[in-house]
């Protein structure tokens, strides 16, 4: 049995294997993992900073899909961010 720590509402739950969320907050997740997959699919060499502006979540969500193993990299690139 794990003990794991929802990465949306950080609470503490135990699952029979390793989770990134909750099941009151696994909805959410998946809502925003669709989305950004359909983006992926009209755009398909995007990156996170794009996918982040065009459907307002972070693009620290969208590279923690990339360590969950759910997205990968395929000939990308990430643009750099200038100081303003």
Do not use: W
């Not at 993992?33 to 065009?54: H, M, R, T, V």
């Amino acid at each position: 049995m794990y003990t794991n720590i929802c990465k949306h509402c950080h609470k503490q739950f135990k699952s029979r294997f390793k989770a990134y969320s909750c099941n009151e907050c696994s909805k959410k997740d998946e809502d925003y993992f669709d989305e950004i997959e359909a983006y992926l699919k009209e755009y398909p060499n995007s990156n996170a900073l794009q996918i982040s502006d065009a459907l307002g979540i972070t693009a620290y969500q969208v590279l923690n899909y990339l360590k969950e193993g759910r997205l990968n990299i395929s000939r990308g690139r990430f643009e750099r961010i200038d100081d303003k």
